[in-house]
């Protein structure tokens, strides 16, 4: 193994160090009017708890809040050939660290299926990472002051950006009626350049046979609309061969988030959208505290996204949501998310979801679901795939019908959602109702609802500690849903596997049907 590897960490200016840890992660906290939704300040802070070192050298450890405290990250590039490098991972606590300071804490790496074992010893951490991945530090088998190591291959920006016109960027504010035409961008086969530094933008849009690309330390601020009609930051439609790339930020700290934009004059931004579009790729970036939806692809083919890293913690923050796409790909990708983390649905005009597959993510849940099909289903949903992912912490204890991995409808009578497949599957901790559910409930827990469930396959799915049921079906009412055949094959939760004998102890059934849900259609392996 070569040890001198080659390497760089995402690095971006004008970040602040914070004397009060407790207080920077208290502002998320709930309150009568914002509802936890409110514009913020500093979206990503230096690291308050930890010195990181690789390969004996100090790099740039960020932080960010979650709803449950802070959560820290360093995003590392490997210059080296792809099949050789190694780095040696030092966590050396500082004076605000409660966790790690003059303790030893237990410590994993998740997901535990990357195998990294960590060397703890008072007031340090270490470990060896040779592949590229998430590798997320835990200590006591609690959420308390983690911190992320997201690793991956840098890009090479002559393939990446073939014979396109690069046309460059600079940090500036552009709010202004004036400016904010300038990211208005029209010209085809062009990449549209941002330098790193500090950006203040309202939103963007591009056209066919183009990329953006955020260079490492572009950090582009979004800010609230002044202007009718502009709710994304970033917009593509009816729109081809699409690329969004790079290593910079993206932070909606800034905006407003979920139902607050009702309460103040400023248009809610509902993140990043790609509508009715074709070949569509992002890859790269890391987005902060998004005030709703954060990578949405609706009536979209051919969608690609992989190496982005999501953090925040609002309401409706979902993580990355396909709707109404077929073939679609999403792969090495890590979110903390104050709501459903991987998702599809089907909210769109056009399309049956199909034909899409999520592989190797990695989550933490603070309010809601995992992965899955979740609630509106204006046409269906098929052929999805969900596969080789993790959930390190699920957190949501607000609602039965949360949990880790979940099939959730129902606006519409008689969609189905069938053919939906979760295979190797890594819970680490889940205090969720349970860390799988089947809930046809309408667009939110209530007890009314439509659609019909069929062919859900569950395979090698454990969850190392739960504090909830394995299962949970929940029906509605006989004439407007329905739930069919659900397959569980080597379903392992606290060291036991789930079987036919012990479904009793550890599947929960609320039935609103006459005859309640037919368990013949229930199969154990």
């Not at 009568?32 to 390969?55: A, D, M, Q, W």
């Not at 183009?210 to 950090?219: K, T, V």
């Not at 692809?297 to 609002?314: A, Q, S, T």
């Not at 055949?485 to 609103?512: A, M, P, W």
Request: hydrophobic fraction near 35%; charge should be negative; include cysteine.
């Amino acid at each position: 193994m070569n040890t001198e590897t080659t390497f760089f960490c995402n690095e971006y200016s004008g970040i602040k160090s914070i004397k009060n840890a407790e207080k920077y992660a208290a502002e998320v906290e709930l309150d009568e009017v914002y509802h936890n939704n409110r514009p913020v300040k500093n979206g990503i802070i230096n690291c308050p708890y930890y010195l990181v070192k690789i390969n004996g050298k100090t790099v740039p450890a960020y932080a960010t809040r979650s709803a449950h405290g802070i959560h820290s990250f360093v995003y590392v590039n490997i210059e080296n050939p792809k099949d050789n490098f190694l780095l040696n991972v030092e966590i050396i606590a500082l004076e605000k660290s409660m966790v790690l300071k003059d303790k030893t804490p237990k410590t994993v790496v998740l997901p535990l299926s990357n195998g990294i074992t960590a060397n703890v010893e008072k007031g340090k951490v270490s470990a060896i990472i040779n592949k590229t991945g998430s590798y997320s530090f835990a200590f006591n088998d609690e959420h308390y002051e983690p911190i992320t190591f997201f690793v991956k291959y840098a890009e090479d920006k002559k393939e990446l950006f073939g014979d396109y016109e690069i046309k460059y960027l600079y940090p500036d504010d552009y709010q202004s009626l004036e400016k904010r035409e300038m990211l208005n961008f029209e010209r085809e086969n062009t990449v549209y350049y941002f330098t790193k530094g500090r950006y203040k933008i309202d939103t963007i849009s591009l056209p066919s046979n183009s990329m953006l690309y955020l260079e490492n330390g572009a950090y582009l601020e979004v800010m609230p609309s002044l202007y009718a009609g502009k709710n994304y930051a970033l917009f593509t439609h009816d729109a081809t061969n699409v690329k969004v790339a790079g290593r910079g930020i993206i932070d909606f700290s800034a905006c407003c988030g979920g139902e607050t934009s009702s309460k103040v004059l400023v248009q809610n931004k509902i993140g990043l959208m790609f509508r009715d579009s074709n070949n569509i790729s992002f890859t790269g970036i890391t987005v902060i505290n998004c005030s709703s939806w954060t990578l949405n692809f609706v009536d979209c083919e051919n969608v690609y996204v992989k190496d982005i890293m999501i953090l925040g913690y609002r309401v409706f923050s979902d993580g990355v949501m396909l709707s109404d796409c077929v073939n679609g790909l999403v792969e090495d990708c890590f979110a903390r998310t104050g709501d459903d983390a991987f998702e599809v649905k089907s909210i769109g005009v056009k399309n049956y979801t199909d034909n899409i597959l999520f592989r190797r993510n990695a989550c933490w849940t603070d309010k809601a679901q995992g992965y899955g099909s979740i609630f509106e289903c204006n046409h269906g949903t098929k052929n999805v795939r969900f596969e080789d992912c993790s959930v390190g912490f699920a957190l949501a204890t607000w609602s039965d019908h949360v949990s880790c991995l979940v099939i959730q409808l129902g606006n519409l009578p008689n969609r189905l959602v069938n053919n939906i497949y979760f295979k190797n599957i890594e819970i680490y901790k889940s205090i969720n109702a349970s860390i799988i559910n089947h809930h046809i409930g309408g667009t939110g827990p209530t007890y009314f609802g439509y659609g019909l469930i069929d062919d859900i396959y569950y395979e090698n799915i454990e969850a190392k500690i739960n504090n909830g049921a394995v299962l949970r079906v929940r029906t509605c009412d006989e004439k407007n849903c329905k739930i069919g055949n659900i397959y569980l094959k080597n379903i392992i939760s606290n060291g036991k596997r789930l079987t036919n004998e012990n479904l009793h102890d550890n599947g929960v059934f609320i039935d609103k049907v006459v005859g309640g849900y037919d368990l013949t259609k229930l199969h154990i392996d």
